[in-house]
T-cell receptor
Framework: DAGITQSPRHKVTETGTPVTLRCHQT?????MYWYRQDPGHGLRLIHY???????DKGEVSDGYSVSRSKTEDFLLTLESATSSQTSVYFC???????????FGSGTRLTVV | TQLLEQSPQFLSIQEGENLTVYCNSS?????LQWYRQEPGEGPVLLVT?????EVKKLKRLTFQFGDARKDSSLHITAAQPGDTGLYLC????????????FGTGTRLTVIP
């Protein structure tokens, strides 16, 4: 019972196509996050959510959108994928940043 | 601009050796967390320290939060190959949603 799952784990897509990544939690945590991790850049926040239908931008939000229609699900959409969005994407959940995050296992996305 | 700088960036040691990883900032944090990330997986929370000067031990790992709550260290005694991974520190500026800042990371390799 992982508490947080991401899908898919791997995806290859073509430039210009839309892509949606899903994050599902069973912990009922209020906060959910999407990060990307790239060599030399570390973890960078894309978007986060502080409640159902309540989201905000992170430091690298351009080209990405999110939605949270239920407490347990947080979707990340690349409207028109570009090669610069090739990365490993992590979802994280938290009751409060003070206590730390629980991360998912990641989605490796390749845009060709 | 990185809020949290970790050193060293890379560390390769022999099994049985001791090591220390540092996490430094000019900012004050309400809590400081350490994560370990293994290849193909998301970061996993190891410990949270919240009081200046606090020391926490987790088997062979010792975590210390600086008196001024601006820095932290991770000391590993008698390193083992299973300690290999990317170590990340993260500081929370205040409670709430988007107040966790990740360090630049230290990649540790323990050679058998």
């Amino acid at each position: 019972d992982a508490g947080i799952t991401q899908s898919p784990r791997h995806k290859v897509t073509e430039t210009g196509t839309p892509v949606t990544l899903r994050c599902h939690q069973t912990e009922n945590h209020r906060y959910m996050y999407w990060y990307r991790q790239d060599p030399g850049h570390g973890l960078r926040l894309i978007h986060y959510s502080y409640g159902v239908k309540d989201t905000d931008k992170g430091e690298v939000s351009d080209g990405y959108s999110v939605s949270r229609s239920k407490t347990e699900d947080f979707l990340l959409t690349l409207e028109s994928a570009t090669s610069s969005q090739t990365s490993v994407y992590f979802c994280a959940i938290s009751p409060d940043s003070y206590y730390g995050y629980t991360f998912g296992s990641g989605t490796r996305l390749t845009v060709v | 601009t990185q809020l949290l700088e970790q050193s060293p960036q890379f560390l390769s040691i022999q099994e049985g050796e001791n090591l220390t990883v540092y996490c430094n900032s000019s900012s004050v944090f309400s809590s400081l967390q350490w994560y370990r990330q293994e290849p193909g997986e998301g970061p996993v929370l190891l410990v949270t320290v919240v009081t200046g000067g606090e020391v926490k031990k987790l088997k062979r790992l010792t975590f210390q939060f600086g008196d001024a709550r601006k820095d932290s260290s991770l000391h590993i005694t008698a390193a083992q190959p299973g300690d290999t991974g990317l170590y990340l520190c993260a500081g929370a500026r205040q409670t709430g949603a988007n107040n966790l800042f990740f360090g630049t990371g230290t990649r540790l390799t323990v050679i058998p």
